[in-house]
Nanobody, 117 residues
């Protein structure tokens, strides 16, 4: 199983970006998706997690600005990021809990987001 993240880039404060993460390989089911980010010099932190049942949890810092969505047919998850702030800068990683059928957590390679002030 592989996760391929894309969509990062450079954007001005107040702008928007949409990240994508596609899972490929022998997938029985995807039980949960998550986006994490790591700012320079800081630890990786959770941005949002969404389970197959629809439970969704956003970090307080992104509530109301970021939206996670998924396309089950494409095994793809998206992160729509609006009203971006310089503090949103970092490398964004997608994670998925995937059954093959044994369950494991997989990580994408990361996509860099830079928000200029």
């Amino acid at each position: 199983v592989q996760l391929q993240a894309s969509g990062g880039g450079l954007v001005q404060a107040g702008g928007s970006l949409r990240l994508s993460c596609a899972a490929s390989g022998s997938i029985y089911s995807i039980n949960a998706w998550g986006w994490y980010r790591q700012a320079p010099g800081k630890q990786r932190e959770l941005v949002v997690v969404r389970t197959r049942t629809g439970f969704t949890h956003y970090a307080d810092s992104v509530k109301g600005r970021f939206t996670i969505s998924r396309d089950n047919a494409k095994n793809t998850v998206y992160l729509q990021m609006n009203s971006l702030k310089p503090e949103d800068t970092g490398v964004y990683y997608c994670q998925a809990n995937i059954a093959t059928p044994s369950e494991n957590n997989y990580w994408g390679q990361g996509t860099k987001v830079t928000v200029s002030s």
